[in-house]
C-alpha cells in the first residue's frame, strides 16, 4: 500500500500516469494521477459550468460548450513538457443519463438533455400505461421516469419530429466528447445502461422498449466494457497523449462508488454532489430487484444496485442563496434536532428514488412567523436525509451485509456536520471520505486496474466517522413517519 490518496509530486509519481476527466452537474474537472491513484500535485483543472433551466422542467447544456471545457482541462493537465510519454491512458466519466441527437457528421442536433430535464413527464405516463413497468424493471433495472431515453425519446417524437427524424444516433455526453477528441463515441457499459434501455442481464438493450421510445439499437452505440480501451491517435495538441489508450466514457455514480472505496457489497456509498445517491456494487443482478432501486450493468461481470436523489447540493446551494443564512451554519448542523425545524420535502427538481415521481416539487411545512433562516435551513438538510433513508430502507433487503456508510462529495466537504444528522436519520455510522474529486479517483483506478493492475493503490483518505445517537433516532423516526404521511397526500401517485 502506497500510503494515502494525498497528492504527490510528478517526481515522486509511479508510472503510468492516467488522466481523469470528471463531467459533473457544476463543473468540468480533469487532473493526473499516479499509478497508485494519488493525485499529481499541480496537474489539475476546473471549468464551471451550469445547467440551462425553465420552470417547464427544462434541464441542458451545450455539448460543444463542454467539449470545449474539457480541451482546456487537457491544455492544462497534459501540457506540461516534463510528462513525455508518462501518460499511459485518458479515463473519463460524466454526470448519467444525458441525451444527444446527433447527425451522421456527428453534430449536436439537440442540447444535451440533463438526468434533471422533467419535459417528458407526460410521456412517462403515457408509457406507464402501455406498458408493464415491473416487468420492464426486472429486465432493464430502471423505471419509466424523465431521467431515461424512452420516454425522452417519446416525448420528442411529438416535440421535436424534424430533429428525431434527422437524428443518425444518440449519444451520451460523454461519447460526443470523445467523438470530437479521437473520432470514435465509446460508451462504457455503464453509460448505455443509464439509458433505461440495457437488459441488466444480458448486455443487450431491451427490444420493447426501443419500439416504445420510435429508435433502433444500431443508433445506440454498441455497450463496451470499461476495461477494454482502444489505443486511438490523439490530437497532435496534447503530445503528451501520443501513447495514452482512451478508455469508454463511464458515469459518475459508478466512478463514485470506486474513489470512496466501496469495491464489494459491504459498502454502502452515500454520494452527497448536486444530486445524491446511496449506491451498492454487487457481483452480479439484484434478483428481484425492489420497485423503488435501480440496479445498472456497469461490467461484465458486476452491477450497480440504488436509488438516487435529485436535489442535494442543489437544496443547499439553494438554501444558501435563498435564505439570509448565518456564518454559524457548522453549529446549526450539529444541535440537537427540534420540533421547530420545518418539515420539507426537498424536491426542488422532482423526485427519482424510490417513488420516481419525476413531476414532485418542494413542500416546506411547520413555518411560522417564529422560523428564522438557519431553522429553515436545517429543515431542508434534515428533509434531504430522509430522502437518503427512504432510499436505504428499500435498499437493505437487497444488500444485507452492508456494514459501512461511506459518504464523499461536495456537501460532505463543504458541511461535514450535516453527516451527523445523516447518521442519526439512518440510525447507522456514516464515515466521511475527505477525498475531494473521489468520482475522478475512481475513473483514474478503474483505467489503472487495467493499465497497472500489480501497483498496490493508496488508501483513500477519511475524516471522522459519524455514530448515531439514540434520542436522536427516536426523534427522526417521527419525523420520518411524518414525512410519509405529507408525501402521501401531496406526491404519491
Not at 137 to 151: D, I, N, V
Not at 201 to 226: F, K, N, V
Not at 295 to 320: F, K
Request: aromatic letters at 6%; a negative charge.
Amino acid at each position: 500500500m502506497t500510503g494515502t490518496d494525498d497528492d504527490v509530486t510528478l517526481d515522486a509519481a509511479l508510472d503510468p500516469l492516467v488522466v481523469a476527466l470528471d463531467i459533473g452537474s457544476t463543473a468540468s474537472r480533469g487532473g493526473v494521477h499516479d499509478a497508485s491513484g494519488r493525485p499529481v500535485h499541480g496537474l489539475h483543472h476546473k471549468v464551471p459550468h451550469a445547467f440551462t433551466v425553465a420552470p417547464d422542467g427544462t434541464s441542458t447544456i451545450d455539448p460543444e460548450r463542454v467539449t470545449t471545457e474539457v480541451e482546456e482541462i487537457l491544455d492544462a493537465v497534459a501540457g506540461d513538457p516534463r510528462l513525455g510519454t508518462r501518460i499511459g491512458g485518458v479515463a473519463m466519466d460524466t454526470f448519467a443519463a444525458s441525451l444527444i441527437a446527433v447527425d451522421p457528421a456527428g453534430r449536436a442536433l439537440t442540447p444535451c438533455l440533463t438526468y434533471a430535464d422533467s419535459r417528458s413527464a407526460a410521456a412517462v405516463t403515457e408509457l406507464r400505461e402501455a406498458l408493464d413497468e415491473r416487468a420492464l424493471q426486472q429486465r432493464t433495472g430502471t423505471r419509466l421516469h424523465t431521467s431515461y431515453h424512452a420516454p425522452r425519446l417519446h416525448w420528442l417524437a411529438t416535440a421535436q419530429p424534424r430533429v428525431v427524424s434527422a437524428a443518425a444516433a444518440w449519444w451520451s455526453l460523454g461519447e460526443f466528447i470523445l467523438d470530437r477528441l479521437i473520432g470514435q463515441p465509446l460508451a462504457g457499459t455503464s453509460t448505455a445502461a443509464w439509458t433505461g434501455l440495457l437488459n441488466r442481464r444480458t448486455g443487450g438493450y431491451d427490444a420493447e422498449l426501443l419500439a416504445a421510445a420510435g429508435i433502433a439499437a444500431e443508433q445506440l452505440s454498441p455497450p463496451r466494457d470499461p476495461t477494454e480501451p482502444v489505443h486511438a491517435a490523439a490530437p497532435t495538441r496534447w503530445p503528451a497523449l501520443a501513447r495514452a489508450a482512451w478508455f469508454p466514457v463511464i458515469t459518475d455514480g459508478f466512478a463514485s462508488n470506486l474513489g470512496s472505496g466501496a469495491n464489494d457489497a459491504t459498502v454502502l456509498t452515500a454520494a452527497t454532489a448536486t444530486s445524491g445517491a446511496l449506491r451498492v456494487l454487487l457481483d452480479g443482478p439484484a434478483d428481484p430487484l425492489p420497485f423503488g432501486l435501480w440496479n445498472y450493468r456497469v461490467d461484465a461481470r458486476r452491477t450497480l444496485l440504488g436509488g438516487a436523489i435529485n436535489d442535494v447540493g442543489r437544496a443547499v446551494s439553494w438554501a444558501e442563496n435563498t435564505l439570509r443564512l448565518s456564518p454559524t451554519l457548522a453549529e446549526v448542523l450539529a444541535a440537537p434536532p427540534s420540533d421547530a425545524a420545518p418539515l420539507v420535502l426537498p424536491y426542488f427538481t422532482g423526485e427519482r428514488a424510490p417513488g420516481w415521481v419525476g413531476g414532485a416539487r418542494a413542500t416546506l411545512g411547520g413555518v411560522s412567523a417564529a422560523t428564522d433562516a438557519d431553522t429553515m435551513f436545517r429543515g431542508i438538510v434534515e428533509g434531504v436525509a430522509m430522502t437518503y433513508a427512504r432510499v436505504a430502507d428499500e435498499l437493505h433487503p437487497a444488500a444485507p451485509q452492508v456494514v459501512e456508510v461511506a459518504a464523499a462529495g461536495r456537501v460532505s466537504n463543504d458541511h461535514p456536520e450535516w453527516l451527523g444528522v445523516l447518521a442519526d436519520v439512518l440510525g447507522r455510522p456514516v464515515t466521511h471520505v475527505t477525498r475531494r474529486r473521489a468520482t475522478q479517483r475512481g475513473t483514474a483506478l478503474l483505467a489503472l486496474d487495467v493499465l497497472a493492475p500489480d501497483v498496490p493503490r493508496a488508501a483513500r483518505s477519511t475524516g471522522r466517522t459519524y455514530e448515531p445517537r439514540d434520542a436522536h433516532v427516536a426523534h427522526y423516526a417521527g419525523r420520518r413517519a411524518r414525512f410519509a404521511e405529507v408525501y402521501d397526500a401531496l406526491v404519491r401517485r
